[in-house]
């Protein structure tokens, strides 16, 4: 712990500067103690029911991880198997069967809920993006909030509408057949990287620049659409690309958006203590001698990645609330930090999924719906939460 904590020798408990103790505390990253089960000022009549060394409270959550990752995993399964059936020869075929089965079991679920959804291949793919990117938005936003730092993702979504602006006017001159939202992602990580430069070569308080860039990137990209209708044909609907369309999800963007999932995962789960030295004493992180440079631009990068799979489904207006809402969510109601990523990435799977089958029933825009749904999350867990979001740990 750092600050006002005072630590005991000896009997492996911490007094913290309130002056409550925790038992049974746990070396953190930065040297100090910190609580491993309960939060600080929790009584030990709180503790859940141990089953098999786990309490209730980690099982439900364990088993909603769980059913997390096998829904991942069948998404990224049909992805896969979307593009494999593009290829020739045996793959070909292969992934040509493998779709059919998908598609007859959405209609096989249509049957069974009386609808007209799952039986349509567009319709998979939103599915299957949706549910990745409320994998990833919450993991980077959890990073995100905890280093007051909830506007990036609003200001690098922006960021992303100027690489809409510029793919679209790139593809109608040239005439490249390329994914537009690959040039989206080049020109958000370019972005990404350009603001950090702003934020470690400026003077400025450390709002200034994510402003300059919010503000400009989105200028700019509204400028460059309306040049662009002036001499050439270009084909686009704003309103789907700022509030969220199912119907701008095409196959090579829910693509993308599956390589961006399993990359993110893999290099938040590398680099974890990495990410948590620096989200609670960067000043401490550098002094051990770690690149924070380094793992502030990943950091930043991988938030201009997710941004741009995420504008999809949420559009530039609402991208960033998948981003922190979730996780604003479970640090009203997590013990941790590290329960915390997991509460938010189940908070932003129920948001997804329930914004979605919201929009579908009600013919509506899925990035509001999805919005709504986790603002409602929220306020559930203000409601039944006994704390502030300060009083978690650093495990």
């Known amino acids: 712990m750092t600050g006002g904590d005072d630590e005991r020798e000896g009997d492996g408990s911490t007094v913290e500067g309130d002056g409550s103790t925790v038992e049974g505390g746990e070396s953190a990253v930065d040297g100090g103690t910190v609580a491993s089960r309960q939060p600080v000022g929790a009584s030990d009549t709180t503790v859940d029911t141990v089953i098999g060394?786990?309490?209730?409270?980690?099982?439900?959550?364990?088993?909603?991880?769980?059913?997390?990752?096998?829904?991942?995993?069948?998404?990224?399964?049909?992805?896969?198997?979307?593009?494999?059936?593009?290829?020739?020869?045996?793959?070909g075929v292969f992934g040509a069967l493998a779709f059919d089965r998908y598609l007859s079991?959405?209609?096989?679920?249509?049957?069974?809920?009386?609808?007209?959804?799952?039986?349509h291949p567009f319709m998979w793919r939103a599915i299957a993006t949706g549910v990745l990117v409320a994998i990833v938005g919450p993991l980077v936003g959890t990073y995100l909030v905890h280093r007051q730092m909830a506007l990036i993702g609003e200001t690098l979504a922006h960021t992303a509408f100027a690489g809409v602006a510029v793919g679209f006017l790139f593809i109608a001159v040239t005439g490249w057949t390329g994914s537009l939202l690959f040039v989206a992602l080049v020109v958000s990580v370019l972005g990404a990287l350009g603001l950090q430069w702003l934020a470690e070569h400026t003077d400025a308080y450390g709002d200034v620049p994510v402003a300059i860039v919010l503000t400009g990137s989105f200028a700019v990209g509204t400028l460059l659409i309306s040049w662009g209708r002036d001499f050439v044909a270009i084909s686009i609907d704003i309103e789907h690309f700022l509030f969220g369309s199912l119907a701008i999800v095409t196959a090579e963007g829910a693509q993308l958006v599956a390589a961006m999932t399993v990359g993110v995962v893999a290099l938040v789960a590398y680099n974890y203590k990495q990410f948590l030295f620096i989200t609670f004493d960067e000043q401490a992180a550098r002094v051990a001698r770690l690149n924070v440079r380094w793992y502030n631009a990943l950091l930043i990068v991988m938030t201009a990645v997710v941004v741009v799979g995420a504008m999809q489904i949420l559009g530039v207006i609402l991208v960033a609330g998948l981003l922190v809402i979730p996780v604003a969510a479970a640090s009203h109601v997590a013990h941790s930090f590290r329960e915390t990523l997991f509460l938010s990435v189940l908070f932003g799977q129920f948001s997804v999924l329930g914004g979605l089958a919201f929009a579908i029933a009600a013919s509506l825009p899925p990035g509001g719906s999805i919005i709504v749904v986790a603002i409602g999350i929220y306020l559930l867990a203000i409601a039944v939460s006994d704390r502030s979001m300060a009083s978690i740990s650093m495990h």
């Open 53 to 91: 060394g786990w309490t209730t409270r980690e099982l439900i959550e364990l088993v909603g991880i769980g059913l997390t990752a096998v829904l991942a995993t069948a998404m990224l399964a049909f992805i896969g198997i979307d593009w494999l059936r593009e290829l020739p020869g045996a793959l």
């Open 105 to 119: 079991v959405g209609a096989s679920l249509d049957g069974l809920l009386g609808t007209n959804v799952f039986r």
